[in-house]
């Protein structure tokens, strides 16, 4: 009776076309009203020899069934994940859809240019928060409280929080405060984001970006730090012998501090990047002020470093012809479709930059 009981389930178990089906069939054989519980619990009444040799073909029975289901769910799985792979299928290798006209953005673009040529030099990409506070975004940074240097940067304050002034970073230099705070030296980073000032004209907008610089070990010297920007603009620009000059210059968290030009031709209208004579700011830099370092929990006996910043639209608009730096921000798709880039062409120093 039981060997026409196994034979009923085990055909029940194959016949199963799916895994509900095959449920189904674990739940009438096994499950709590199932055919072969119903017989494990008559086994109370019978007689103490009778219920050993039943019990134990019972058992066979069910450890049978159990081990029929598992292969059948294995198989019908197996299945299962077979047929959505073969409806699911992409062929990667397909063009890009020529209808595609979504563009990487010129400030986005820049920024990736950027960084690959940082990361080549061994530079990695910190960040930080654009909503910032007076100690990281100034006092850090060796502005002294009511000091002159703070009305530098016409800074947008948000309303108190907690007793703390709450402002929209006016330049990226806080990240470095943020680094080196978490961060024991050799330090090598940059980092991209957007920065903010009250100023609006041909030439300044209220958000714009900024990439900083950083590096603090034991022996940087100012020499490496022109090394470092040399290489980088002209790696940038792709100009090989473009000029850069240093110009002395104030930064309350550098010492000495330069401001940097590089090498240009003013003629109709037009600029032209190489060793012509004419000359144009890009950026700030120096080495990093021992307060600073000290207010960032750095031995300034031991360490020292220099840092950069530079402006991400002004040399976005010199490398690529854009005329207009209000015109980044104004979201015309028509602006975008010309000035932007196809997403597949992602920075890369062995494969070439941008162009
Ligand atoms: N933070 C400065 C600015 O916004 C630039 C700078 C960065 C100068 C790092 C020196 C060192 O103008």
Not at 6 to 18: C, G, I, M, T
Not at 211 to 226: P, Q, R, S, Y
């Amino acid at each position: 009776m039981l060997d026409a009981l196994k034979d009923e389930l085990l055909s029940l178990v194959n016949a199963a076309a799916d895994l509900p089906a095959l449920d189904e069939v674990r739940v009438n054989a096994l499950g709590k009203k199932g055919r072969i519980t119903g017989f494990m619990k008559e086994l109370g009444g019978l007689s103490p020899d009778e219920r050993k040799e039943r019990g134990q073909a019972l058992n066979a029975l069910k450890d049978e069934i159990a081990a029929a289901l598992d292969a059948r769910k294995a198989d019908l799985s197996a299945a299962h994940l077979k047929a959505r792979l073969e409806a699911e299928r992409v062929d990667v290798t397909l063009p890009i859809r020529p209808e595609t006209e979504g563009r990487i953005h010129p400030i986005s673009q820049t920024m990736d240019e950027m960084i690959a040529i940082f990361a080549e030099m061994g530079f990695a990409v910190a960040e930080g928060p654009d909503v910032e506070d007076d100690f990281h975004n100034f006092t850090a940074l060796n502005f002294p409280v009511g000091h002159p240097a703070r009305d530098m940067h016409d800074t947008f304050y948000l309303p108190d929080a907690d007793d703390k002034k709450m402002l929209l970073r006016t330049h990226t230099s806080p990240v470095q405060v943020r680094t080196m705070l978490n961060n024991k030296p050799p330090i090598r980073i940059v980092a991209p984001g957007r920065t903010y000032r009250s100023d609006y004209d041909m030439t300044h907008t209220p958000m714009f970006h900024q990439i900083e610089g950083l590096v603090i070990d034991e022996a940087t010297n100012m020499g490496h730090l022109k090394g470092c920007l040399v290489e980088f603009c002209r790696a940038f620009f792709d100009v090989d012998d473009l000029p850069l000059r240093f110009r002395p210059s104030f930064f309350p968290f550098t010492e000495p501090s330069a401001e940097v030009d590089i090498g240009c031709l003013r003629k109709g209208g037009e600029l032209k990047l190489g060793n012509y004579g004419d000359w144009l700011e890009i950026l700030g830099c120096g080495m990093v002020h021992p307060n600073v370092l000290e207010a960032c929990g750095i031995d300034s006996t031991k360490y020292q470093g220099f840092a950069f910043g530079m402006g991400v639209e002004r040399v976005a608009m010199l490398k690529y012809g854009i005329p207009d730096l209000r015109t980044f921000f104004e979201a015309d798709l028509r602006w975008l479709k010309h000035y932007g880039f196809v997403p597949l062409d992602i920075p890369n120093i062995a494969h070439g930059l941008t162009r």
